[in-house]
């Protein structure tokens, strides 16, 4: 079985400054793996997607992830953090059931950034 | 924006109601999910339909019940619910097809409260 962690449940960054969330997978084979954002009382919106193409992500709002495959890892980064980023941020490992996919959800990494 | 509607934003009932949430998309998908979020926790699938048959039930009480009518729509019919079934419920589509990179796109979600 698939499962992804994410190693911090809380993140503060002020304005301006480096954002790193951080999420470890495990995966038998090579994973498909998601950052998805979710803002407060909204639904879930695709930050970016690794499937084995580039090893660097690129994604929306400045976000880009690196898959490394010998620490296991898909971190999260942004050269500079705006208000506008205070959120919750889940990373996602991606299985295949028959023609549908199934989503693991790591637990969560809320995202403050203060003035 | 997201291309997966969800109505009613807010729903409240008492546990003798009957009540159902709806979600449309039109972005050709043809698997749709329905997830379930409570406070502070990342989404349970609950089900998943692909080709408009369900493909997965994630061992879900008989009171929820769902229904997909035609490619584009998706229906959850909540009878007999308690109160700790009030959470978020979260409908999703993507691409059906033999590939863990599908990406999955959220809905902005119903808030449900059982009184």
């Known amino acids: 079985a698939q499962s992804v962690t994410q190693l911090d449940s809380h993140v503060s960054v002020s304005e301006g400054t480096p954002v790193l969330l951080r999420c470890n997978y495990s995966?038998?084979?090579?994973?498909?793996l998601f950052w998805y954002v979710q803002h407060p009382n909204k639904g879930l919106q695709l930050l970016l997607k690794?499937?084995?193409?580039?090893?660097l992500v690129k994604g929306i709002n400045g976000f880009e992830a690196e898959f490394k495959k010998s620490e296991t890892s898909f971190h999260l980064t942004k050269p500079s953090a705006h208000m506008s980023d205070a959120a919750e941020y889940f990373c996602?490992?991606?299985?295949?059931?028959?023609?549908?996919?199934?989503?693991?959800f790591g637990t969560g990494t809320r995202l403050q950034v203060t003035l | 924006d997201t291309e997966v509607t969800q109505t009613p934003k807010h729903l409240v009932m008492g546990m003798t109601n009957k009540k159902s949430l709806k979600c449309e998309q039109h972005?050709?998908?043809?698997?749709m999910y329905w997830y379930k979020q409570k406070a502070k926790k990342p989404p349970e699938l609950m089900f998943v339909?692909?080709?408009?048959?369900?493909?997965i039930n994630e061992s879900v009480p008989s009171r929820f019940s769902p229904e997909c009518p035609n490619s584009s729509l998706l229906n959850l019919h909540l009878h007999a619910l308690q109160p700790e079934d009030s959470a978020l419920y979260l409908c999703?589509?993507?691409?059906?097809?033999?590939?863990?990179?599908?990406?999955?796109?959220f809905g902005e979600g119903s808030w449900l409260t059982v009184v």
């Open positions: 690794y499937t084995s193409a580039a090893t």
């Open positions: 339909y692909s080709y408009e048959k369900l493909s």
């Open positions: 995966s038998s084979y090579s994973p498909s």
């Open positions: 996602v490992v991606s299985d295949q059931t028959g023609t549908a996919s199934k989503l693991t």
């Open positions: 999703a589509s993507s691409q059906a097809a033999r590939s863990s990179g599908n990406t999955i796109y």
């Open positions: 972005m050709g998908h043809r698997a």
